[in-house]
Antibody, heavy 125, light 106 residues
Framework: QVQLVESGGGVVQPGRSLRLSCAAS????????MHWVRQAPGKGLEWVAV????????YYADSVKGRFTISRDNSKNTLDLQMNSLRAEDTAVYYC??????????????????WGQGTVVTVSS | SYELTQSPSVSVSPGQTASITCSGD??????ASWYQQKPGQSPVLVIY???KRPSGIPERFSGSSSGNTATLTISGTQAMDEADYYC?????????FGGGTKLTVL
């Protein structure tokens, strides 16, 4: 079945780095744009970043721009999020999500139709 | 920065109709989507492109948009519909979520 499984979360000190991964299965991963969305404890959803189906176009939330990098490997059906210079306010559950936008659709549109179960990132000394 | 505004909470009796609104000054030019999130679970898409329902979402969920306000309507609300609901839209090259509405089925 269609599935997204995140991994790589954990406890990290402020200023350090962490890399999250999302393994996709059950659909043609290379045809879809993909997103990362996070949710701080007890808070609402916050969008983090998007990558186009081929990885050529990427956009980021202002809160993570310059610190986080989204990437994908279509040969392995994986989506990654490299997080550098982590701050306490980056503490959250991180979800990968599939976009409704496919290869020839406008990247900056659409919704998130498939979500992973999330991976927890805690930034604390 | 662009914001989508939702009421923090809405209460409804079982079997009645619940309406959850989302307002933003660019919604007139951008489609809204809606997500349901139950405690400890990942969000689920319930409405996209203002009023489209994904397969598997019950017909009691519907969406509409007029001017700068999008509305999620749940007809014949059931106890299982108690959850947080988030609206979402695009603002140029970034995604914005509303703050969420907690729906309580009394």
């Amino acid at each position: 079945q269609v599935q997204l499984v995140e991994s790589g979360g954990g406890v990290v000190q402020p200023g350090r780095s962490l890399r999250l991964s999302c393994a996709a299965s059950g659909f043609s991963f290379s045809r879809y744009a993909m997103h990362w969305v996070r949710q701080a404890p007890g808070k609402g959803l916050e969008w983090v970043a998007v990558t186009s189906y081929d990885g050529e176009n990427k956009y980021y939330a202002d809160s993570v721009k310059g610190r986080f990098t989204i990437s994908r490997d279509n040969s392995k059906n994986t989506l990654d999020l490299q997080m550098n210079s982590l701050r306490a306010e980056d503490t959250a559950v991180y979800y990968c999500a599939r976009s409704t936008q496919r290869r020839y659709d406008l990247l900056t549109a659409g919704a998130f139709d498939i979500w992973g179960q999330g991976t927890v990132v805690t930034v604390s000394s | 920065s662009y914001e989508l505004t939702q009421s923090p909470s809405v209460s409804v009796s079982p079997g009645q109709t619940a309406s959850i609104t989302c307002s933003g000054d660019k919604l007139g030019n951008n489609h809204a989507s809606w997500y349901q999130q139950k405690p400890g679970q990942s969000p689920v898409l319930v409405i996209y492109l203002d009023d489209k329902r994904p397969s598997g979402i019950p017909e009691r969920f519907s969406g509409s948009s007029s001017g700068n306000t999008a509305t999620l309507t749940i007809s014949g609300t059931q106890a299982m519909d108690e959850a947080d609901y988030y609206c979402q839209a695009w603002d140029s090259t970034t995604v914005v979520f509303g703050g969420g509405t907690k729906l309580t089925v009394l």
